[in-house]
Each structure stands twice: as C-alpha cells, then as structure tokens.
C-alpha cells in the first residue's frame, strides 16, 4: 500500500519507496499541501502551518484575521478569495464573473491508474505498482465538481497528477485556465533548471537562483516547441549529478504550456505547470467534462542522476507503448543529408546497396517522394508518389530495398499542407486561419486544422493507404512550422481559443488511430529535430528525431540537456558528412560514431561519396553499436562531465545486470597547459571485475568507479576516447 488516509484529520500521505507527499483538509474545507520529500514514516504534523495576521492578506473568516488563502500552501488554489498568487484554474460564469469556491468533497481510492481521456499519460502495466488518489472538490453555487488524481509508482518514486473539470450545474462555464498541478513549497532556497533552445539547438541546460516573483517558461507555439521544454525543476544549491534534493516536473504534453515558479513576499515558491491559458479558453456547457494534461513528478535527494534515471525507466517502461518499446531498433540510414530533394530510384539504390554492406538495417527515405516535391514549397498534403523521380512506384522500391535485406521507412508530415497542392485547391478552409486574413506562412506551409475531424480523418485515410499497400516498417513523422493564425472554420466564436487545444487532441487521435492500426511500425517523431520532444509525442512514437544539428560537437550539448528527462533509445541520432551541414564543422569520423552510439543510431551522409577507408570505419562502428545496442538501448545511463560546464563530456551506461559498461569520453578544444583528467565511471557492481575487452587490462568496479582512469596528454581538436568493459 502507499497511499495512507488519516479520516479523522482528513490527512492524505502518498508513500513511495523513498518519498512521501502530504496533503491535508483544514478548515472550512481547503486542501492544504503540508509536505513533500524525502519518506517519512509516519506524518504526524511536526511542520505545522503558522497562522498570523498578515498585512494585506485577507480573510474568509471575519472572526479570524490569522487565517488567509494568501498565506496558505495549497494544492490546487484559486483568485479571488485572498489569494493573490498564481492559481491554477479560472471560469467564467455566466455573469461574468470569475469567482469561485471550492472546497473538499471526498476522496477514492484505488489500485492502478486511470487512462486519461483523448490525452497521453504514463500507465500501469501491474496494477500493484500504483496506487490512486482522487480527490473530489466541490463549488456548491455552481455544482462544478473538480477532481485532482495522484497516482504513486511506489518503486520509483513518482507521483504523476491530473484534473477533471465536471460541470453539473445548469448554465454554461468558460473555463480561462485549468493547470495540471500546484505544488506549494515553504521556502525559496532553489535554483531552478529548465531547457531552452532553438532549432538546432535544442535543450540546452540552464540552472538560475530563484527570487521574488515569477519565474517561467512557456510555450505559445502550438507545440511545446525547441524554444523551451515543458519541464522545469527545482534543486538545492548543492544539488549536482550524484547528490543533493532535486524536484522535477514535466508535462505529457505536446502543445502550448507553462511551468513556473512564483516567489511570493513570504518567500514560500509556488510551482504552476499545465496548459498555457494564454489565449485559451474553453466552453464547459452543463454535463460537460475537461480533462487537463498529466504532469510526472519527481523527487530524489540522489541528485540530477536519479531524477533523470527516473524519468528514463518511467518513460522507457511506462509511457512508450507497443511491440517496439521492448525491442532492439533497427540501424538506420535516411536519404535526407545524402540527396536532399534530388534523388531517383537507382540513386537511392545505390544508397541502399552500400548501406547493406556496412551492415545498416534500415533504409528511411526522407522527403521529396510525392507530388512535385523538388523544394519545400509545394505538395505537402498530396500523399501520392512522384513517378517522375520514383517510375515504378513506392512498392516496388521497398521491394527493391527489401530484396538487399534492408527494411524501408517513409517521410510524411502529415499535419501540413503547402499553398501548392490539391489538397490546399480542394479545402482551402481546412488549414488554422481567422477570416478575412492572409496566411502567415512557414517554411512556405499551413498547419491543416486538426480540430476538425474530417481533417484527422483525411491524415487516418492518406497515410493508412501508404502503410497498407507498402511493405514499411518504419515512419517518420515530421511537422515543421509552429500554429499561427489560429482559428477554426469549424467551431463557433466562442470556442474558437481552444483551437490549439482541439488541435492537439486531434493530433493525438490521428496517432493512436494510426499507430494501433499498423502496430508492427516503428514511429519516430520530429519536429525540425527536438522541437517535439515530448512526453506526449512518446506515448504514440516510441522514439525522437533529436535534432536537425548532426554536428557531433553541438550534438554532445544536445544530447546531453535531453538526457536529464528522456531515455537514450528515444533520441535519434545519426552520423553525418563533414564539413557538417549545419555548422560547416570538420570532426572526426570515429567521434562522429560515439557522439551518435549514444542515442539509437543510424547514418545520414551519401555512402556512395565517401572512401573505402571510411566504409571500414563505418563498418566496425556499425559492428561496434551491434554489440553494445541492448546496453545503450535498454542499459542505465550515467553523465560523468557536462559539456554546457566546460570544454569536454563524457558519459557511461551500464547494462541493468552490472555485467557490462561502455564509457565515450569528448575533449572539444585541445588546450595548452592542460590538467590531466581522470574519468570515473558510475553504476558499476563495485564487488566486480572488469575486463577491457579491447586490452584484457583487469579492474575493480570499486576502483573503476573511485579511483578511475585517467586520460593521457591530448593533442587534437574533437577528440573522442570510447572503452568497453565486461565482467571477467
Ligand atoms: C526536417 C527534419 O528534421 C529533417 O530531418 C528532414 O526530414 C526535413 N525536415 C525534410 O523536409
């Protein structure tokens, strides 16, 4: 059991392996929160909440000026009665007013957890390794019914929280923001850490001392976007990769969000995370339901290193579905860097036949295949194949590229439609728009409207026919502008702000449609790279492109800043020509190989234009990944030196039995007068030998982990150093 109700005291205590969360009825019928963090055994209440006369804090009770909302730690507050700090939810009745008022009701209890409405979250495999709270609140005048779900894994330490709106009453609620989650801490001595970034330039990682007043990340882009992350957390001061009090929040969630911290006068922080209700608003006529996204909760005392591998084993085991999510993934090599658009049958041939011979498992061809798809300005939406550049058609190319031995894997990003194309002549009103004005354009696009079902149900339709009439194995589902001009020709004025939430729920339909309907495809997400790397995109597509940026050196940032909330075997990641694309960067091919066996892996360069020299370096990278793919893929994983701190990385993984660990290590620039540098692994059995199996050199796992190793003299720009080692 881990979820502990006092009736009496109308206390609630979730109780993981090795953190308990508090929460308490008090008077009047608010619900407090009184603790989270490390377990204690039994709460009796020795962090009392000091009630006293606050200047400015107003009170519900005129008897009682010591009690104020303002003041009170809460978990899911509201504006308007005293507390002025930022709530979690807002409606507007009928009369315009926004006032509201509610108060606890009852609660449930149960094994498992809930799956949410037309919304991705973390699930259940065994019912006994969650544990369910529900929490009913209730505004008597409007007879709207509030619950607020905890779901404890017990073993993990997680707690994961929801809220469903019901609206009972009789006359219609415009719901002006409904949060996921509140979390009230009694002090301030954080620093905060969030991940920012652009495209190619994704989740970098920045920490900054709270102070007074709003501290926030948010995104208004439609997704949740590379600019920020829907995640944010809280640390200690001392708080580093192996020790120190981590809290850490992220949304499974794909679209506009916010995550804050709000430092009031007291100093006490306040977390808000959940749906960005700027320029959302949704209708709840009666009997009407809204569901908010869930939103993962951690927290260790073990540092960064524990919060992220909780993240990863809760994602990797408890959010990605399907045959693939316990599966080996397939070495892939995709056409995009190779050709661009200007590719044919034989070349992509000749492409495949020389991927076959390095030992790559999978042919992706990328975009260019359909309409007139010679630039990105034209043809999206029009989803059939180009005979002009592919003569005989889709199938038979897979079965060309089948016949090699190699799998094939498809491009389409379905939730667009360019200017040019039949699909835009036939439905001009099935992209976002307001009427009356022009389109704002990206990459030469428009967003379809993915609130409306007649759009999802065209996307179902365009790529189920590919997928049933292709032998494919493999998607990759790219979206490559952020919503503008947001609006719906299908919904009336008053709904038109929640657009960009339907949109979402739309898209999420589309994916659980697809993906169950051809379960023996393996999905990856990509939006320009990471700017959907989410949670909620997880759900569907067990795996993500991680960024357009293939330079190894800024891969090592981007990987690493996406490492602290998602597992190694989501993140796509490929090795590129040099000069490198995107930042016209000459680096090695063997670092280029590390960097990119540290992510499920694959190649994205022309391998007909490359030496023979080269062809053997991939050829043993490719045997190397072969063999250590189910330590990479399904191992732990442990950052040893950031590169967002210095001039080097280096990390290592562990396989789940100890048995086995790879450690890559990257100096960027070589340096004068360098210090020498000592490595030191982490996860290992200290009680057992390792062998290096390039050298046969023996050593302790204890000696491994705290003496280390240490680097010799480097000379070289981009260098990388990568060891192997297994129990003797
Ligand atoms: C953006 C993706 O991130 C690239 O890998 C490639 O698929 C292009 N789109 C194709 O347009």
Redesign the pocket.
């Known amino acids: 059991m881990s979820i502990y109700i006092d009736d009496e005291k109308r206390l609630f205590h979730l109780q993981g392996k090795n953190t308990s969360y508090v929460m308490q009825v008090v008077r009047d019928g608010y619900l407090a929160h009184l603790y989270w963090g490390k377990r204690v055994h039994t709460y009796r209440g020795s962090n009392k909440i000091i009630f006293m006369d606050r200047g400015f804090s107003p009170n519900p009770d005129a008897s009682d000026r010591t009690f104020s909302l303002d003041t009170l730690p809460q978990e899911y507050p509201a504006y308007g009665n005293g507390d002025f700090r930022t709530p979690s939810y807002q409606l507007q009745l009928e009369n315009g007013s926004t006032i509201t008022d509610l108060r606890y009701s009852d609660y449930r209890v149960y094994k498992g957890k809930p799956k949410l409405n037309e919304l991705p979250s973390t699930y259940a495999e065994d019912e006994n390794e969650v544990e369910t709270l529900e929490i009913l609140l209730e505004d008597q005048l409007l007879e709207l019914k509030i619950t607020l779900t905890y779901s404890i894994y017990q073993d993990l330490d997680v707690i994961t929280r929801s809220v469903h709106f019901h609206n009972q009453g009789s006359q219609s609620l415009k719901l002006l923001r409904a949060l996921s989650a509140n979390v009230d801490f009694r002090d301030d001595e954080f620093e905060l850490m969030t991940l920012y970034g652009a495209h190619n330039n994704e989740k970098n990682i920045v920490r900054r001392k709270i102070v007074p007043g709003v501290q926030m990340v948010d995104s208004c882009r439609g997704t949740s976007s590379p600019q920020q992350a829907p995640f944010l957390s809280l640390v200690r001061k001392e708080t580093n990769e192996e020790q120190g009090e981590v809290y850490a929040f992220n949304l499974v969630y794909s679209g506009n969000f916010t995550a804050q911290v709000q430092v009031d006068q007291y100093h006490n922080s306040r977390i808000s995370i959940g749906i960005n209700p700027f320029d959302f608003s949704w209708l709840l006529d009666p009997k009407e339901t809204f569901q908010t996204p869930e939103v993962v909760m951690v927290y260790t005392d073990q540092g960064l290193g524990k919060m992220s591998e909780t993240f990863h084993e809760l994602y990797r085991t408890n959010l990605c579905r399907g045959p693939f999510r316990d599966k080996i993934r397939p070495i892939r090599v995709?056409n995009?860097e190779a050709t661009y658009f200007d590719f044919n049958a034989e070349k992509i041939e000749q492409l495949a036949k020389e991927a076959k011979q390095v030992g790559i498992e999978m042919f992706v061809l990328?975009?260019g295949w359909f309409g007139k798809r010679d630039d990105?300005n034209r043809s999206l939406g029009d989803w059939i194949v180009d005979r002009r550049k592919l003569p005989n058609g889709l199938v038979d190319l897979a079965n060309r590229i089948r016949a090699l031995g190699l799998e094939f894997g498809l491009?389409f990003?379905p939730e667009m439609v360019s200017i040019d194309s039949d699909l835009y002549r036939n439905h001009p009103d099935w992209c976002l728009h307001v009427p009356d004005r022009p389109h704002t354009l990206g990459r030469n696009q428009l967003v379809l409207d993915l609130s409306r079902e007649e759009v999802c149900d065209y996307i179902i339709d365009a790529i189920s026919n590919i997928l049933a009439s292709v032998p494919i194995t493999y998607v990759?589902w790219?979206m490559?502008r952020h919503l503008t001009d947001i609006g719906s020709a299908a919904l009336p004025s008053d709904r038109q702000r929640e657009t960009a939430h339907r949109y979402i729920l739309g898209l999420y339909k589309v994916l659980e449609e697809i993906t169950s309907r051809f379960p023996n495809v393996l999905f990856e997400s990509?939006?320009?790279?990471g700017g959907r790397f989410d949670a909620g995109m997880l759900y569907y597509m067990p795996q993500t492109?991680t960024s357009?940026n293939t330079d190894a050196m800024c891969r090592l940032n981007i990987q690493y800043g996406t490492s602290l909330v998602y597992p190694p075997i989501t993140m796509g990641a490929h090795v590129s020509s040099v000069p490198n694309h995107q930042v016209g960067r000459i680096t090695p091919l063997d670092t280029r190989g590390y960097v990119a066996m540290a992510g499920n892996f694959g190649y994205e360069l022309d391998l007909t234009a490359i030496t023979e020299e080269e062809k053997e370096v991939i050829k043993q990278q490719i045997s190397l990944y072969k063999k250590i793919r189910p330590l990479i893929q399904f191992g732990k994983f442990y950052r040893i030196f950031s590169p967002f701190d210095g001039n080097e990385a280096a990390w290592n993984f562990v396989s789940e039995d100890q048995s086995e660990t790879v450690i890559s290590y990257f100096k960027i620039l070589s340096q004068p007068a360098a210090p020498l540098r000592t490595i030191k692994c982490k996860g290992l059995n200290p009680d057992y030998v390792y062998q290096n199996v390039e050298t046969g050199e023996l050593f302790g796992g204890d000696e491994l982990m705290n003496v280390g190793i240490t680097l010799p003299r480097i000379k070289q720009d981009f260098l990388s150093m990568f060891w192997r080692f297994k129990k003797a």
């Open positions: 995709n995009w990328d975009d990105d491009w990003e990759k790219d490559n990509c939006s320009s790279g492109w357009d």
